[in-house]
């Protein structure tokens, strides 16, 4: 059975100079944040999944689950706006040892719900893995309701849970309250960790988590104990870089720091650039005020 942590982290891809991927700094990076109790989520978002190429993914997804067999939670990013796209490239990431995939609602073609409703029961039929949906209306012009999302997970038994970057306590609330029993819901937002666990969420998965892994952890397992002061209290205190690594597009800021931090994360892939001298700047007095550096 999976053990679901507190904290995944939604892991940055390591790059040589090159831009070639960086599988061995993937793998320590992986190792790491394991040592941390925290899972792992490779490819997606933070990962720059969407300039890696079908073979660099499911490279990547194998390497590193084969580092972390038994080990850890290890996530992978499969999902595309092609539904046959992605079921087919479902059936090249089952092999590679990964325990759960996710899979994002469908950006730029915007499906209406019963699109979005028929694009996920057909990935759900395609395989026997366990499924995230993955809601993130800030990048993919469109979103899935929460009645949509609960839909799917009454009727197919492997949607299990949620990635929600909506930042809507509500849509939140009406999955806690409707979704079947140990669905799980996560927070997509660093800064919504706390009021969505509020609401009946179970942990987050994270960028921030990179640096204040440990600290993103007691927070949740603070509140989950009951000490909703001490949560509390800890979300004041980390607010700033939660909100700070995001202080200019996504993985820009969480990158420039790892590298400041002497963890070899590497350049990015065009369209995204090097951090600005503003925003490194940025970084590095976060690091500091935060005694990471």
Known sequence: MLRFPNVITAMVTPFHADGTVNYEAAVKLAETYTEQGLGILVGATTGEGATMTEEEKLHLFQVTADTLKQKNLVMANVGTNNTAQTIAFIKKAEQTGVDVLLCIVPYYNK????????????????????????????????TITADTVCRLAHDFPNIIGIKDATGDVDYATTIAANAPEGFHLYSGDDNMTVPLLAVGAEGVISVASHVIGREMDEMIAAFKQGDVKKAAKMHQQYLPFMKGVFCTVSPVPVKTMLNQLGIPAGPFRLPLTDASPEIAATCKKLLQQYGKL
Do not use: D
């Open 111 to 142: 499906p209406n719900q019963e699109g979005c409703y028929a694009h996920f029961a057909a990935i759900a039929k395609s395989t026997k893995m366990p499924i995230f949906i993955y809601n993130v209306p800030g990048r993919t012009g469109g």
